[in-house]
């Protein structure tokens, strides 16, 4: 069963991103707190996150999104590519628009988030 944001239902799999951005952008992700990375004869690592992430697997790297003016000039590579970001700053920029509400910046200073891996 699939969401409306391309979320796979607990206990399900996908083998690669459901809609591969590109334009030099990494997919978005979800507020994940746990996922688990296994191949087929069910080996492979279990991460937990300290809080809820945005969290993206893809079989593309970013020189792959970069170079492709369109998905369908993506070839999927061997394995995965896991992006995990720590913070999101929110939309907007001020440059022709409306600015991020305060709300959802980023602030300065020095930001710690941790995680915890183990092997399936």
């Known amino acids: 069963m ?3 944001s391309g979320a796979r239902a607990p206990g399900s799999t996908t083998t690669v991103s459901p809609r591969p951005a590109t334009a030099g952008r990494t997919a978005a992700g979800h507020g994940v707190r746990h ?3 296994s191949a087929p004869d069910a080996t492979g690592l279990a991460v937990a996150l300290d809080e809820p992430r945005q969290v993206s ?9 970069i170079a492709a003016a369109h998905h369908d ?11 995990i970001d720590a913070a999101h700053r929110g939309l907007g920029t001020a440059s022709c628009g409306p600015d991020t509400f305060p709300s959802y910046l ?3 200073g020095v930001h ?3 995680w915890t891996l183990r092997v399936l």
């Open 106 to 108: 980023v602030a300065p």
């Open 35 to 37: 996922f688990t990375l």
């Open 112 to 114: 710690r988030w941790s």
């Open 57 to 65: 697997v893809t079989r593309f790297r970013a020189e792959d999104l």
């Open 73 to 83: 000039e993506l070839a999927p590579r061997p394995g995965c590519v896991v992006h």
């Open 2 to 4: 699939e969401d409306r």
